[in-house]
């Protein structure tokens, strides 16, 4: 079965941990994801500047390094990502801004890459969200 996965609360999220475990048994299962969107605030996920406390988990970088790990393909909605300060090198330059903080495995693009997703995959699974 193919999966697209939805993430759309920040990594401080119950839903966005809830994400990764449910990602990491579709691997498991022997299943594949077509790809994985962040969406709404879900884009904060793929920040590389956020701290987390030491007493906390770190599920940011549990998502990048299982994003890396399997090479997934991990879609950070632009719109959504620029009004929430997640830049890449290229959105930077373009808005004239000093930092670049989208993480690595990461991709900035435009819904139509989760209509896209949607298409190739049997099912599409969404966590969080108001």
């Not at 994985?36 to 793929?46: E, I, K, P």
């Amino acid at each position: 079965m193919k999966f697209v996965i939805n993430v759309l609360s920040p990594s401080t999220a119950p839903a966005t941990r809830r994400a990764l475990v449910f990602a990491q048994a579709v691997l498991a299962a022997g299943h594949d994801i077509v790809r994985v969107f962040f969406y709404q605030d879900g884009v904060l996920t793929a920040s590389n500047t956020q701290v987390v406390a030491q007493d906390q988990p770190d599920i940011a970088q549990q998502w990048q390094a299982f994003i890396v790990e399997h090479q997934l393909d991990a879609v950070v909605c632009i719109a959504a990502a620029l009004r929430r300060g997640v830049l890449d090198q290229a959105e930077a330059q373009r808005y004239q801004k000093d930092a670049v903080n989208l993480a690595a495995g990461y991709e900035l693009s435009g819904l139509g890459q989760l209509h896209d997703g949607v298409q190739q995959a049997d099912r599409v699974i969404s966590f969080g969200g108001a």
